[in-house]
């Protein structure tokens, strides 16, 4: 059983100093994998640190199961954590990296020996028992890092950024090593901070992604809690539909000109573009913003695809190549933003063609003067 | 985290209840003392005399027997000595110490060498050092006399340290001597902390480098070199033991500390001698005071 | 490598030359002064011609006990920086780890008291000594030394514990230790090196005081090796025994010496870390 609830955490660091989190309320279900997601100095890292208990809570109730922790000293709260720069001792033993905690509570030698013989078997470590953490590669570091948690058998596994330090490859890897040990050791939650949105949609089940700067004290702290499909296909604001998914949503100014159930009907560019949103609770002629992302506008060459949705003129200002793909940068009017548009394969046109870009109604997201989200009528997956 | 500041105070407290024990207790009972009259052999008879020791026809300041004035007296001679010795010895200190921190800073063949060698001095304790110079400073069988005759540079043996003239400046090269190494290796620390492109920066543009010493490095060093030197001067201002053990300790070097151990210990006079030592702990306080003012260092790093 | 005017490789090296000189020409003459005897010390060589031990044996038949000497010394200064270590370890965890109130003001008095004369506190000090019926007991010096000794470690050792690295105090606090585990189990073993340069440099400090050892001991057989050392006397009044002298003076500093040169990196970046970063 490890469920852990937040109800209006806040904390400040000084009696003088801004909120660093805001009323954060949300739930990590038992055995759940939660991404701590969003910009820096939105305080992900703070708020794993109240659950680890390194850090105060100002006020609000953390609760696992529904016993209250907020004053409990960590090594009491059934925690451990993996640190960013893996926080290893650095005069002892892998071995004796692991045994360490075990120790300070008091377990006799052969349960821990047991214990972390049992971790050093899962995580491969075994070979490496006697070596000093400075004989050690980084991934390997990473890997007696995480032995030292396991070894804990704690109802909730923290990790703070961890591979932050680790090179491209190897960060690939350890992805797919944590997403193993997460389905491997099954009843214990995971909550997992870090700045990569790539790793907070391929690791967790439920991401919790957090505003920074002024929305903290508009907004408390938290954009969104969601899986991640849930928060690519349906960002609740533009904060969100901007933090998800790279490139970044475009978003276009526009004129809310006509709403009806299932769909709402905007001017943007000049142009009247049709969305699959409700925005039943608007007013008329109020300022929007109509939101695609690149992957979803469609380059129409010579005519193609005409009627699927609002065609919107551009010229192509620059493109880069990536191989599998292209990106292109466009221009839709003067005084607009550039849009950003992703398409398979190479693409060579010279800087200054016309193009003509679609947009199709399912594919669009609308948002208001403020920034929240229209529901989308559409089926998406979740 | 209130735990983690009552943690800080507990493990504070031996220290403190310590230094309380052996610093500030002697402190106050030494400036009480300074308001008493009592007699080296027997502490507990004191009698209390108030300003007595301070001022008046016994006291340290404005007293009337002082004929000669102030500066003639013994207390405003030793007053004077002091801080003689002290300015003038850290001035040649700091620039030895800088000519040698410079030349150190240096890549050349058997630098560690050098360096080691110039820790030296440092490492030999001050009563060695003042026996050993004392040595060779001897009016009739040292080896510098015998040196500088020999090249002709004087023409009768001196009595360094016995003759008034020469005796503080006998003092202060043995100090000079002694404690260069110390502030060379502090600048040298500093030096190699300073970043190496600048200077790249500035010998591709062709800068000479002497005006890089006085435009770059030396404003990069100045604030490590200005704690070292006040640093010194607060220690230089209450030296004893060289001056003790090197010249005969009368007027022409005795230094503020060694009337007071005068005073005090050979005369016995313990009322006079705490008052001295008052007058001098205040002398100290407020230099280190107008010190830190005038060349506006910072002492102690926010937590 | 850069290239180097060759005059000015010629005053660097003329430079060098004599900085070594003078840095240790000093300790050479004291050492060959220290094997004549008799009337070779008053002739002019520098090196005796017929070099003798008499002198350094000379010292432990003599009037002053110098052996003596140098076993209080050592009993001293060993005492005084044993008890500051131990008491600096614990107050510079709080000092360089723990944000307090109050803190800058206690490191600033810490500096303020190593820094005042120690004639100040002369007379309180005299009457605490005998007090505790420790006057004339070299052991008794204990007392003064751990003025300077205690606020001298605790300064330095708090720059060494600042240094620590926060997230491996915090991995061993979610390992369940509290702040004497930390101390003693974590960081001891990455802070041994900065002990042994700390106690070193507070060593060399109590062996070479002179003030107190003067004062609050009067009786030979108790007394430390630097008074002891201006005390070595000749048979008749008028006789200074100069070869005995620096027979003494070679003892003393020679394991000092070794001692420094031995570590001198270690100690060069203890004073600097007191001094450049605080």
């Not at chain 1, 660093?20 to 100095?41: H, M, N, Q, R, Y």
């Not at chain 1, 028992?129 to 390997?140: I, V």
């Not at chain 1, 609002?310 to 192509?316: C, N, Q, S």
């Not at chain 2, 030396?218 to 607060?234: C, G, K, N, S, Y």
């Amino acid at each position: 059983m490890s469920r852990i609830d937040f109800q209006q955490v806040n904390k400040r660091y000084g009696p003088s100093l801004p909120l660093t989190i805001k009323d954060a309320t949300l739930t990590v279900e038992d055995g759940e994998f939660c991404v701590f997601v969003g910009p820096s100095g939105c305080g992900k890292s703070t708020l794993l640190r109240c659950v680890a208990g390194l850090e105060d809570i100002t006020s609000g109730e953390l609760l696992f199961n529904g016993q209250r922790m907020n004053d409990l000293p960590p090594a009491k709260r059934g925690v451990a954590m993996v640190f960013q720069s893996y926080a290893l001792y650095p005069h002892m033993t892998v071995a004796q990296n692991m045994a360490f905690g075990l120790q300070v509570m008091g377990s006799d030698k052969a349960a821990i020996a047991a214990k972390v013989g049992a971790a050093a078997d899962i995580l491969q470590l075994t070979p490496l028992m006697d070596r000093l953490p400075k004989m050690l590669s980084g991934g390997q570091r990473q890997r007696v890092a995480i032995g030292r948690a396991i070894v804990k058998a704690p109802k909730v596994f923290l990790f703070d950024e961890p591979l932050s330090n680790l090179d491209a490859a190897l960060r690939v890897q350890t992805r797919l090593e944590i997403a193993k040990l997460h389905h491997d050791l099954g009843s214990a939650s995971m909550i997992y901070v870090t700045h990569d949105q790539v790793e907070a949609m391929t690791l967790a089940n439920k991401i919790v992604l957090l505003h920074t700067g002024a929305l903290i004290e508009q907004r408390g702290s938290v954009a969104q809690v969601g899986s991640p499909m849930t928060l690519y296909h349906r960002p609740a604001s533009t904060f969100v539909a901007e933090f998800i998914g790279s490139p970044k949503m475009n978003l276009l100014p526009g004129k809310l000109l006509h709403a009806e159930a299932g769909h709402a009907q905007v001017e943007v560019a000049g142009q009247a573009v049709t969305a699959a949103v409700d925005a039943g609770g608007l007013a008329v002629g109020s300022a929007v913003q109509l939101g695609v992302r690149p992957e979803h506008l469609r380059v129409s060459v010579d005519g193609e695809g005409e009627g699927e949705g609002a065609g919107l003129p551009a010229t192509l200002l620059h493109g880069e190549r990536l191989g599998d793909s292209s990106l292109l940068y466009v221009n839709v009017g003067a005084g607009l933003p550039t849009l950003t548009v992703k398409v398979d394969g190479s693409v060579s046109r010279p800087a200054g063609s016309a193009l003509m870009l679609r947009l199709l109604p399912e594919q669009l997201h609308l948002f208001d003067s403020a920034g929240q989200a229209c529901r989308r009528t559409v089926d998406l997956p979740t | 985290m209130n735990n983690r500041v009552r943690t800080a105070w507990l493990f504070l407290a031996p220290m403190l209840i310590l230094m309380a024990v052996v610093a500030a207790w002697p402190l106050l009972r030494s400036i009480w003392f300074a308001f008493t009259e009592t007699n080296i052999n027997n502490l507990a008879a004191s009698r209390f005399v108030g300003l007595d020791n301070f001022i008046g026809p016994y006291g340290l300041f404005f007293n009337p027997n002082y004929t000669d004035g102030f500066w003639q007296s013994d207390w405003g001679t030793a007053i004077r000595n002091t801080f003689q010795f002290a300015f003038v010895s850290v001035a040649l200190e700091t620039l030895a110490g800088l000519g040698v921190a410079l030349l150190l800073n240096q890549e050349f063949k058997g630098r560690t060498f050098v360096r080691t060698a110039v820790l030296v001095p440092w490492a030999i304790p001050t009563i060695v050092s003042a026996k050993m110079w004392g040595w060779m400073l001897h009016d009739q069988f040292g080896v510098v006399n015998q040196l500088l005759l020999d090249a002709g540079l004087i023409a009768q043996k001196i009595a360094w340290t016995a003759d008034a003239d020469t005796a503080m400046w006998s003092v202060v090269a043995v100090d000079v001597w002694k404690t260069t190494p110390f502030i060379a290796l502090l600048i040298l620390a500093a030096l190699q902390t300073l970043p190496k492109d600048c200077y790249e920066a500035a010998k591709v543009d062709g800068v000479h480098p002497l005006r890089l010493f006085w435009k770059v490095t030396l404003p990069l060093i100045r604030q490590p070199l200005l704690v070292a030197v006040v640093f010194r001067l607060l220690d230089a201002l209450r030296v004893f033991d060289l001056i003790y053990v090197l010249t005969a300790n009368d007027s022409s070097t005795i230094s503020m500390s060694g009337l007071v151990m005068r005073e005090m210990v050979d005369a016995g006079n313990v009322g006079f001698g705490s008052a001295a030592s008052t007058s001098l702990f205040l002398i100290i306080m407020l230099s280190a005071a107008v010190f830190l003012r005038l060349t506006r260092v910072k002492l102690a790093d926010a937590p | 490598m850069n290239h180097r005017p060759a005059l000015g490789s010629v005053l660097l090296y003329l430079a060098a030359a004599l900085i070594v000189a003078v840095s240790v020409g000093p300790f050479l003459y004291m050492v060959a002064t220290s094997f004549k005897t008799g009337s070779a010390l008053f002739d002019s060589s520098i090196w005796p011609k017929d070099p003798s031990l008499r002198n350094y044996t000379a010292l432990f038949e003599g009037a002053q006990p110098f052996g003596r000497h140098l076993l209080n010394s050592v009993m001293v200064a060993t005492l005084t920086v044993s008890g500051a270590l131990l008491l600096a370890v614990t107050a510079s965890y709080a000092l360089g780890r723990i944000r307090f109130k109050g803190k800058g003001l206690l490191m600033l008095t810490l500096l303020g008291v190593s820094m005042f004369p120690q004639v100040a506190v002369l007379s309180g000090m005299f009457e605490l000594i005998q007090a505790l019926g420790l006057f004339n007991r070299a052991i008794g010096l204990v007392v003064p030394y751990t003025i300077f000794t205690l606020p001298f470690t605790v300064w330095i050792l708090t720059t060494f514990m600042r240094e620590l690295p926060n997230e491996l105090e915090e991995a061993a606090i979610m390992d369940g230790c509290g702040p004497l585990r930390i101390i003693f189990q974590v960081f001891m073993p990455l802070l041994w090196p900065a002990l042994v340069s700390t106690g070193l440099l507070a060593f060399i400090g109590a062996w070479n005081e002179f003030l107190f050892a003067l004062t609050f001991i009067v009786e030979d057989d108790q007394r430390t090796v630097p008074v002891g050392i201006s005390l070595i006397a000749g048979a008749t009044a008028f006789e200074i025994p100069w070869g005995t002298i620096m027979a003494a003076s070679v003892i003393v500093t020679l394991p000092l010496l070794v001692l420094v040169l031995v570590f001198q990196k270690k100690i060069v970046s203890g004073l600097t870390a007191g001094a450049v970063k605080g």
